[in-house]
């Protein structure tokens, strides 16, 4: 059964601080893995997809990896910013289109 | 480009009724997941709507019952309702017969039950 959890469960760092945010799964047998931001009370906002034969992407400020042989995956965000506070969740997709998510890192950045 | 819609926005229900979420997936996509997001954990994934057909299920009663149309739209129901089917309700939307595989979620539903 695929586990994924995620650490640490609350992060907060000052404005401009690069963090990196931690998602690890059981099952190395993924068919790709999803980091999504929500804000709270609402939907989640799609980050980064990251295919299993693929080892990172970028987008803006954001670096996601995918290490799928120790089972790890890191979202790095350079200079982070107030509007960066939510939370940020990992999900990894089996190919039986069962999605299974992290309970997500809360992220809040101080001005 | 449109993008996932769902209705209501927030439902107050009490126990042993039945409820009904609605949701439009994005323009172009064939295929609609629910979740259930409890507060302050992840989602879990209910089921998978692809062509009208259920295309995988999570570890959910049967009471969790779902549809999707010819548009690709979808409803999630749910009969008999308990005060632990209170949560966020998320669905999302992917095309992943054409490469797509990445989901797109809408705002969700609020469902409370008391």
């Known amino acids: 059964k695929q586990e994924v959890t995620q650490i640490p469960a609350a992060l907060s760092v000052p404005e401009g601080e690069n963090l990196v945010l931690n998602c690890s799964f059981t099952?190395?047998?993924?068919?790709?893995l999803q980091w999504f931001r929500q804000d709270p009370g609402k939907g989640l906002t799609s980050l980064l997809l990251?295919?299993?034969?693929?080892r990172e992407q970028t987008s803006g400020r954001l670096n996601a990896s995918l290490d799928k042989s120790s089972g790890r995956s890191t979202l790095y965000i350079a200079a982070s910013q107030p509007g960066d506070s939510a939370t940020y969740l990992c999900?990894?997709?089996?190919?039986?289109?069962?999605?299974?998510f992290g309970a997500g890192t809360r992220l809040t950045v101080k001005p | 480009e449109t993008g996932v819609t769902q209705s209501p926005t927030h439902l107050i229900k009490t126990r042993g009724q039945q409820v009904t979420l609605r949701c439009s997936s994005q323009?172009?996509?064939?295929?609609v997941s629910w979740y259930q997001q409890a507060l302050g954990q992840g989602p879990q994934f209910i089921f998978q709507y692809y062509r009208e057909e259920e295309n995988g299920r999570g570890n959910f009663p049967p009471r969790f019952s779902g549809l999707q149309f010819p548009n690709y739209s979808s409803e999630l129901n749910v009969n008999a309702l308990e005060l632990d089917d209170s949560a966020l309700y998320l669905c999302?939307?992917?095309?992943?017969?054409?490469?797509?595989?990445?989901?797109?979620f809408g705002p969700g539903t609020r469902l409370t039950v008391l």
């Open positions: 099952d190395s047998a993924i068919y790709n």
């Open positions: 999900a990894v997709k089996r190919n039986n289109n069962d999605m299974r």
């Open positions: 323009s172009g996509h064939n295929t």
């Open positions: 999302a939307s992917s095309a992943p017969g054409q490469g797509k595989n990445e989901q797109f």
């Open positions: 990251i295919q299993s034969s693929q």
